[in-house]
């Protein structure tokens, strides 16, 4: 197959110059001309595969060079952009984590779910005491007053009242004991992992809140050039106007546009007041410096190394503990069911009718719930099936964890793209909008409507750019929040 678009050079070089002209680009007609070779297919013979020298320079359009070595991990774009070596005037991100650290130390000293997860680590603490507790001889002090009698033989003599001590020490019980208190140590484990839970889930909060934060500032400066631009083309038609009243539709036109830019100005500055409101709630009335900058050092992760991490995620360490405190509290159940062996120490200072005061006594006693209706064995089962309940939840949270991770490993490498693709956009856009107004305004070339619509978009890329960056900050927090790392990025890097 063979492609001919030789012919009608010139006529081609005419019309990319007459499209230029549309899109506020200025291009010679040689220019144009130059362009035109750039679309002439010629098959690629063994006759005319001959080294000629070029009648003129072209400039080909830049396309991305990615070096598949250096910067594989990185999406087109912000690879090719890396590799130009541009340098990203915002924030470290030694100093970004810095500020996040502070805060988020801040609400986890104030927070009433860290509060109360605390609480319930300390009583777990004492669960496991309390359980100990009952390895130690029980020792039971009691005490009477003498009977009232009545009825026949109320006659008879009896002893005095006395105080009654028993010391119970438990001798054999199948692992019982030992069972209780590993089961209550496992509870004291999950505790642990809870509260490390809690305090991962606070910090997440409090980061995408101070990111979601540092955008709309940004939004709101964006939204506030807008409107001023929209108001000097108020005031040059107003003053347009004064002059010429038949363009006082211009006039009407500009200000719409100014109304609407002033309304997206106070929309992005609501949405900051949202953003305060939140972080005071998490941070209390303590200041936090948020950095004004269109960009952060924040870089991707590694998602082999977070999918690992994982693995050992507070959570899933929580459901691991409770499961097998589970299994070990049904042992205990079980061996609660069999006779136990105590010895017992007792000795009652209660005298008989006639004086004599009642020796100690010691002895070997055999308790056993020969039948209790069945609630032993039903008490195993149902601690056995709470042990699968929670390994079925581990399993359930691992999975949940490792595409939440997935997930917003492509969320943020997509949305920081597509931030690239709206920065050059934004470029692209504020050159068109430059020419669209010295076309209109010294030439007459362009109306009034091509102006606003030309600076609503390149407003438009700005915002989007915007938002596409620092919502990749945020999905790039979830994913070390998703891991179970957050405090550790905070804290290090790592």
């Not at 069972?179 to 909060?205: F, P």
């Not at 105590?342 to 209660?350: E, G, L």
């Not at 079925?392 to 597509?418: K, S």
Request: with cysteine; glycine share 6%; charged share 25%.
């Amino acid at each position: 197959m063979t492609f001919k678009f030789a012919g009608a050079q010139s006529t081609l070089a005419a019309h990319l110059a007459s499209l230029c002209l549309f899109g506020g680009l200025w291009l010679s007609p040689a220019q144009a001309e130059g362009q035109a070779d750039l679309l002439n297919f010629q098959p690629v013979t063994a006759e005319t595969a001959k080294p000629t020298a070029p009648a003129r320079a072209v400039t080909a359009p830049q396309v991305h060079s990615v070096s598949a070595v250096a910067y594989a991990a990185l999406p087109a774009r912000m690879a090719a952009r890396a590799q130009g070596a541009q340098i990203n005037t915002g924030p470290s991100e030694l100093e970004l984590r810095g500020i996040f650290r502070r805060a988020v130390e801040a609400a986890i000293n104030r927070s009433p779910q860290v509060l109360r997860s605390k609480a319930e680590q300390q009583a777990s603490q004492s669960d496991v005491d309390e359980a100990k507790g009952q390895r130690w001889p029980q020792v039971d002090v009691g005490t009477q007053t003498q009977a009232m009698q009545f009825g026949k033989g109320k006659d008879n003599e009896q002893g005095s009242g006395g105080i009654n001590l028993a010391v119970s020490t438990m001798v054999y019980d199948w692992g019982r004991m030992d069972n209780t208190i590993d089961s209550r140590k496992k509870l004291a484990v999950a505790a642990d992992e809870s509260l490390a839970a809690e305090m991962e889930n606070t910090g997440y909060e409090v980061v995408t809140t101070l990111i979601e934060m540092g955008k709309q500032q940004i939004v709101v400066d964006l939204s506030q050039q807008f409107a001023d631009r929209m108001q000097e083309l108020v005031k040059m038609l107003a003053g347009i106007v004064a002059v010429d009243q038949g363009r006082a539709s211009e006039l009407t036109q500009a200000k719409a546009r100014m109304l609407q830019a002033q309304a997206l100005r106070d929309a992005a500055e609501a949405k900051v007041r949202d953003a305060q409101i939140t972080l005071r709630k998490l941070v209390g009335e303590r200041p936090i410096p948020i950095p004004r900058s269109k960009e952060w050092n924040i870089g991707l992760t590694q998602l082999e190394t977070l999918l690992d991490a994982a693995k050992n995620h507070p959570t899933i360490r929580q459901a691991t503990a409770q499961a097998e405190s589970a299994d070990l509290q049904a042992e205990a159940v079980r061996a609660s069911g069999l006779p136990q062996l105590n010895w017992v120490i007792s000795k009652n200072t209660a005298e008989d009718s006639i004086g004599r005061e009642q020796p100690w006594q010691t002895n070997l006693s055999v308790t056993w719930g020969a039948f209790r209706g069945g609630s032993t064995r039903a008490a195993e089962r149902a601690a056995l099936q709470r042990a699968d309940a929670s390994r079925q939840e581990t399993e359930q949270q691992r999975l949940d964890l490792e595409f939440r991770i997935r997930t917003a490993d492509n969320d943020a490498r997509t949305q920081l793209e597509r931030a690239e693709l709206y920065r050059e956009l934004s470029a692209e856009s504020d050159r068109i909008r430059d020419a669209f107004f010295q076309q209109w305004h010294h030439l007459g070339k362009r109306t009034l409507l091509d102006v606003l619509t030309a600076e609503n978009d390149h407003y438009g890329n700005q915002v989007s750019e915007i938002s596409n960056r620092f919502d990749g900050y945020q999905s790039i927090v979830r994913q070390y929040a998703s891991a179970g790392t957050l405090a550790r990025w905070l804290q290090d890097g790592r």
